[in-house]
Every structure is written in C-alpha cells, then in structure tokens.
C-alpha cells in the first residue's frame, strides 16, 4: 500500500509542476491511500493528521485553481 501512495503522490507532485490541476485530484487519493496506511498497516495517529491536513491543502487548491485564486 505504500508502494502505490508513493507513486500517487510523484503523479500528484509532476502533475502540479505542469500546473495540471488533475495534480490536486491525485493528491487528495494519495493523502485517502496514506490516511489507510496509518491506520491499517502501522497505527499511525500523526500519519493521518498530516494526511487530514494535506487532504484540506489539496480540496482548497482545487478549488481555488478553478476560480483562478493564487493564495
């Protein structure tokens, strides 16, 4: 399960650095894929708060890519 989080979050990070907003889509599954590894594989509290966070960085810049927002 790490293996595939790993290669969606490098999808997710060169989709974004060819300003593709596909990239927020793929990082929002990658931070769902990493919030399961936390729980399921090493009991990981901080894993899924940090993945809670960036699940919230990654709906905001969706969103604020479409309305053409840059903060």
């Known amino acids: 399960m790490d293996w595939i989080a ?14 593709r907003q596909a990239g927020w889509i793929f990082s929002g599954i990658a931070c769902l894929l990493w919030m ?4 399921w594989v090493v009991n990981s509290i901080p894993i899924v708060i940090l993945n809670i966070i960036l699940l919230t960085n990654s709906y905001r810049g969706f969103h604020n890519w479409k309305k053409g927002e840059i903060l």
Not at 36 to 39: A, E, K, L, N, R
């Open 6 to 19: 790993t290669a969606v979050t490098v999808l997710s990070s060169f989709l974004l650095a060819k300003k």
């Open 36 to 39: 399961g590894y936390g729980i």
